[in-house]
């Protein structure tokens, strides 16, 4: 999967499950104050289903998840090199 497929699959999920019309690739969803703790994990689990990986717990600082830029750079660097999911 490409930058663009994840980060649209990644903006897709936020939106949907957000319940908001537009949301900008840096906008940073915990200052927005559209994130709570059960979110966080269906957030997890969303990306270590949809993207095939197992994030640890380094993983899971809020700098690596604040916003969609930073999600699909997380999801990159877990992605074995020259994989297609």
């Not at 990644?10 to 940073?28: A, G, I, M, P």
């Not at 994130?35 to 993983?59: A, G, N, P």
């Amino acid at each position: 999967m490409n930058h663009e497929e994840i980060k649209a699959q990644v903006t897709t999920f936020l939106t949907r499950s957000l319940r908001t019309k537009e949301l900008k690739e840096d906008d940073n969803i915990l200052e927005l104050g559209l994130v709570h703790s059960l979110f966080m994990i269906q957030l997890i689990m969303f990306i270590e289903k949809t993207f095939h990986l197992e994030l640890e717990e380094e993983d899971l600082d809020m700098d690596n998840i604040k916003t969609v830029r930073d999600l699909v750079v997380l999801i990159e660097r877990h992605q074995p090199t020259g994989a297609e999911i």
